[in-house]
Structure formats: C-alpha cells, structure tokens
C-alpha cells in the first residue's frame, strides 16, 4: 500500500466484508469481463438498479484507465480490482493498476466548451460524477471509490 | 453488442442492443459507421433505447462520429436513449450536441 492510499477505516462504519478480488490483464479487451463481474456480485447484493448501474459504469472508466493508460494495453501486466461491502451499506470499489499514474488535478474539464467535442477525456470526470466519494492514491495508478 | 443496420429514405438507422463500450462494441460500431461514411453516406440514426449502458470510449464515438458526418453535411441523430444513456451525456455535457427523437421514424423524417 502505497503512503498516499487513505485509510479503508476512514469512515468507522465496522468491518468490511470482500465481495471480490480479481487481477485482469492489463489490456482494453480484458476491461468488461471484469465489470461484468462487478455487476453480478451487486445484483447479489440486491443493489438498486441505478445505483448498480453508476457504479459499473464507474468500474469500466477505472479499469478502461488502468488498462489503457496503466498498462499500456500489455496483457502481460496486471490490474487489481477489490469490492468491499461495509455494514453500512457502502460500497468500496479498488483499482490498481503497475503504471506510473498521472495527476487527476490536471485532467483538463470535458465539459469545457472547448473539449466538448474531444474523443476521449471524460472517464476520470465520469468516476467523479457516478461516486459519492473518489481518492487516488500511488501518483494515481490506484484509484479508490465510494458509493454510499 | 448486436448491431443492426437498415438503410432507408438515404438515412443509415443503426440498431443498437447491448452496452456500448470499450472493446469489441465501440470498435464494431466504429467500424460500421466509417465504412458507411466511406460509401459517402452522411446521414445517421443511432437507436439506443436497448443500450442500458454508454461509458467514455462510447461517448467518444458517438461525438467524433456526429462532427465527421456535420462535417460532410450530415448529422448523426439518436433515437430513445435509455434513461442512463441519457443521464451519462448529461453528465458529460454532449447530450445538447445530438438531436434526439423518440421514434426511428421521427428521426428519419427530420432528415427530409
């Protein structure tokens, strides 16, 4: 664990049970099995469909990041995924990727009216949007993920 | 993702069924699309009402698609984005960029 990572304790809601931890291949083909996975296991959990859909779809933009720009589309690298589940009724959702990160300050606003018409730039935003509580950690090669 | 593509009255309606994003999905779609362009059709109507899901590589698509077709004097119109779909380009801020229609009729005829 890297020294930026917060806490997993930070919010004293007890003990959290491990709903899943996978390692995928660090490539873009490898990004839906794993959400895939992540959706099943909150369908388990009886998760609201609109709540189960923000957090997917947050999974994807995290994995989609770690494979593609973490990883560089090297399958022969690896990305970690953790879901933990707190008594609470929260949700912690890990992303690790072997990168060297990147400063989630200077990801530049897709809704700049400039960048609105841009390909690509809108996944970390996303995250942002779809979670109630986002924090990177690891220079940004690990990004950590609440929904309440 | 299935895809499904009908041509009529010169608009290229495009049936979608599944999530669209990054991987095989976005890459057929993008595929689809840039080989219907290169046939020198401009006009696109892209039905979402089956697509629960749209993450950033699928946003990315469908906005670099609608300027490549504005830009040969087209448009790419969608038709009855799922209620998420319409949420996430909301959250991004491209919704507004696309005509929307509920019917694929309805985006037909805004062609003519």
Same mark, same amino acid.
């Given at each position: ?21 996978? /390692? ?6 490898? =990004?839906? %099995?794993?959400?895939?996975?992540? %959706? ?5 959990? &009886? ?10 779809? %947050? @999974? ?5 990041? %770690? ?16 879901? /933990?589940?707190?008594?609470? *009724? ?6 690790? &990727? ?13 809704? !700049? ?10 996944? @970390? ?11 990177? *950690?690891?220079?940004?090669?690990? =990004? ?5 | ?21 990054? *991987?095989?999905? @976005? &890459? ?16 696109? !109507? ?5 697509? !629960?899901?749209? &993450? ?28 998420? !779909? ?21 985006? @037909?005829?805004?062609?003519?």
């Amino acid at each position: 664990m890297s020294a930026d990572t917060p806490a997993i304790d930070s919010h004293n809601d007890g003990p959290s049970i491990r709903l899943l931890d996978v /390692e995928m291949p660090g490539e873009a083909a490898a =990004v839906s %099995a794993v959400s895939d996975t992540v %959706a099943d296991t909150l369908m388990r959990l &009886d998760c609201p469909e609109e709540k189960r859909l923000e957090i997917v779809l %947050a @999974v994807q933009e995290a994995l989609a990041n %770690a494979a593609v720009h973490g990883c560089k589309n090297d399958s022969s690298k690896l990305v970690r995924c953790r879901v /933990e589940h707190y008594p609470s *009724g929260r949700i912690l959702i890990i992303v690790k &990727d072997p990168g060297e990160g990147f400063l989630p300050e200077e990801v530049s606003d897709p809704k !700049a009216s400039e960048n609105l018409e841009r390909s690509h730039g809108r996944g @970390v935003f996303l995250i942002r949007q779809l979670m109630d509580e986002v924090h990177f *950690g690891g220079n940004g090669s690990e =990004v950590w993920m609440w929904k309440y | 993702m299935d895809i499904n593509v009908r041509k009529r009255s010169q608009v290229q309606l495009i049936q979608l069924r599944g999530q669209l994003r990054l *991987g095989p999905p @976005v &890459d057929e779609l993008k595929r689809t699309i840039d080989e219907a362009l290169a046939e020198g059709d401009t006009r696109f !109507a892209v039905n979402l009402a089956e697509v !629960a899901m749209i &993450d950033s590589s699928g946003i990315g698509l469908l906005v670099k698609s609608l300027t490549s077709t504005k830009q040969r004097g087209g448009s790419l119109k969608l038709v009855s984005p799922s209620n998420f !779909a319409i949420k996430t380009l909301k959250l991004v801020g491209v919704l507004n960029l696309f005509e929307v229609f509920d019917s694929d009729d309805k985006a @037909v005829e805004s062609f003519n």
